[in-house]
DNA sequence: TTCCTGACGCTTG
DNA sequence: CCAAGCGCCAGGA
Protein backbone atom coordinates (compact mmCIF):
# COMPACT_ATOMS: atom_id res chain seq x y z
CA UNK A 1 0.00 0.00 0.00
CA UNK A 2 1.44 3.71 -0.69
CA UNK A 3 0.18 4.80 2.69
CA UNK A 4 3.21 1.68 3.81
CA UNK A 5 5.50 2.87 1.59
CA UNK A 6 5.52 6.58 3.09
CA UNK A 7 6.18 4.90 6.37
CA UNK A 8 8.89 2.74 4.85
CA UNK A 9 10.23 6.13 3.53
CA UNK A 10 10.34 7.64 6.99
CA UNK A 11 11.83 4.54 8.85
CA UNK A 12 14.61 4.25 6.30
CA UNK A 13 15.61 8.36 6.79
CA UNK A 14 16.29 7.02 10.43
CA UNK A 15 19.98 7.59 11.32
CA UNK A 16 22.09 5.20 12.35
CA UNK A 17 21.98 4.54 16.51
CA UNK A 18 18.64 6.55 16.48
CA UNK A 19 15.32 5.15 17.01
CA UNK A 20 11.51 6.29 16.40
CA UNK A 21 8.04 5.83 17.60
CA UNK A 22 4.92 4.31 15.98
CA UNK A 23 2.95 7.37 16.80
CA UNK A 24 5.90 9.57 15.80
CA UNK A 25 5.92 8.56 12.49
CA UNK A 26 1.84 7.97 12.08
CA UNK A 27 1.74 11.80 13.55
CA UNK A 28 4.23 13.10 10.73
CA UNK A 29 2.12 11.58 8.61
CA UNK A 30 -0.57 13.37 9.73
CA UNK A 31 -2.12 10.33 11.44
CA UNK A 32 -2.73 8.21 9.08
CA UNK A 33 -4.56 5.32 10.11
CA UNK A 34 -3.12 5.62 13.25
CA UNK A 35 -0.36 4.10 15.38
CA UNK A 36 -1.73 0.77 14.74
CA UNK A 37 -1.09 1.06 10.75
CA UNK A 38 2.45 1.75 11.32
CA UNK A 39 3.03 -1.36 13.27
CA UNK A 40 1.31 -3.01 10.39
CA UNK A 41 3.48 -1.42 7.91
CA UNK A 42 6.21 -2.91 9.62
CA UNK A 43 4.64 -6.29 9.31
CA UNK A 44 4.91 -5.74 5.81
CA UNK A 45 8.02 -4.19 5.67
CA UNK A 46 9.63 -7.14 7.67
CA UNK A 47 9.68 -8.44 4.12
CA UNK A 48 11.97 -5.41 2.57
CA UNK A 49 15.44 -5.82 4.23
CA UNK A 50 15.55 -1.57 3.35
CA UNK A 51 13.48 -0.76 6.14
CA UNK A 52 15.18 -0.77 9.94
CA UNK A 53 12.24 -2.00 11.72
CA UNK A 54 14.20 -2.39 14.65
CA UNK A 55 14.42 1.44 14.91
CA UNK A 56 10.38 1.59 15.50
CA UNK A 57 9.37 1.08 19.15
CA UNK A 58 6.48 2.22 20.71
CA UNK A 59 6.20 5.89 22.43
CA UNK A 60 7.37 4.08 25.57
CA UNK A 61 10.62 3.09 24.09
CA UNK A 62 9.31 -1.14 24.61
CA UNK A 63 10.71 -3.45 22.35
CA UNK A 64 6.92 -4.48 21.50
CA UNK A 65 7.80 -6.28 17.92
CA UNK A 66 10.90 -8.05 18.78
CA UNK A 67 9.39 -10.93 18.56
CA UNK A 68 8.61 -10.41 15.05
CA UNK A 69 11.95 -10.43 13.87
CA UNK A 70 14.01 -13.86 13.08
CA UNK A 71 14.99 -14.35 16.75
CA UNK A 72 13.48 -12.33 19.66
CA UNK A 73 16.68 -10.81 20.56
CA UNK A 74 17.94 -9.97 17.14
CA UNK A 75 16.06 -6.49 17.59
CA UNK A 76 17.90 -5.25 20.53
CA UNK A 77 21.14 -7.21 19.04
CA UNK A 78 20.92 -4.55 16.42
CA UNK A 79 20.25 -1.62 18.46
CA UNK A 80 22.72 -2.26 20.35
CA UNK A 81 25.08 -2.82 18.18
CA UNK A 82 23.95 0.52 17.20
CA UNK A 83 25.10 2.44 20.19
CA UNK A 84 21.91 2.07 22.06
CA UNK A 85 21.29 0.41 25.20
CA UNK A 86 18.70 -2.04 25.83
CA UNK A 87 17.12 -2.51 29.51
CA UNK A 88 14.57 -5.06 29.62
CA UNK A 89 13.51 -5.14 26.31
CA UNK A 90 13.17 -0.99 26.82
CA UNK A 91 15.58 1.27 25.25
CA UNK A 92 17.50 3.41 27.55
CA UNK A 93 17.53 6.90 27.69
CA UNK A 94 14.89 6.88 24.82
CA UNK A 95 14.03 10.55 25.19
CA UNK A 96 18.16 10.65 23.90
CA UNK A 97 17.63 8.39 21.15
CA UNK A 98 14.06 9.41 19.96
CA UNK A 99 14.31 10.74 16.54
CA UNK A 100 11.49 12.64 16.09
CA UNK A 101 10.65 12.77 11.98
CA UNK A 102 8.01 15.72 12.33
CA UNK A 103 11.07 17.43 13.84
CA UNK A 104 13.96 16.31 12.31
CA UNK A 105 12.86 16.11 8.26
CA UNK A 106 10.70 19.49 9.06
C1' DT B 1 -18.94 -9.71 1.44
C1' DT B 2 -18.67 -9.25 6.56
C1' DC B 3 -16.37 -9.76 11.01
C1' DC B 4 -12.24 -9.82 13.75
C1' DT B 5 -7.69 -8.95 14.94
C1' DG B 6 -3.33 -6.25 15.10
C1' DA B 7 4.56 -4.35 16.20
C1' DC B 8 -0.24 1.76 19.29
C1' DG B 9 -1.82 5.94 21.50
C1' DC B 10 -5.00 9.11 23.71
C1' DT B 11 -9.00 10.11 26.63
C1' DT B 12 -11.98 9.08 30.24
C1' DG B 13 -13.63 6.79 34.68
C1' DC C 1 -2.36 7.38 40.14
C1' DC C 2 -4.12 2.99 37.83
C1' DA C 3 -7.26 0.59 34.63
C1' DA C 4 -10.25 0.23 30.70
C1' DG C 5 -12.26 1.65 26.23
C1' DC C 6 -12.31 3.69 21.69
C1' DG C 7 -10.28 5.00 17.20
C1' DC C 8 -7.11 4.66 13.09
C1' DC C 9 -6.63 1.30 8.24
C1' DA C 10 -5.52 -3.01 6.22
C1' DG C 11 -5.46 -7.94 5.64
C1' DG C 12 -6.98 -12.75 6.57
C1' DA C 13 -10.73 -16.26 7.39
Same mark, same amino acid.
Given at each position: ?? &???????????I????ATS??AI? &?????????????????????????????V? &?????????????????????????????????????????W?P?????
Amino acid at each position: MQ &NFDEVYQVVRLIPHGRATSYGAIA &NYLGSKGGARLVGWAMNAAHTKDDVPAHRVV &NRNGVLTGKNFFETPDKMQQLLESEGITIEKDQIRDFDKVFWDPSVELG
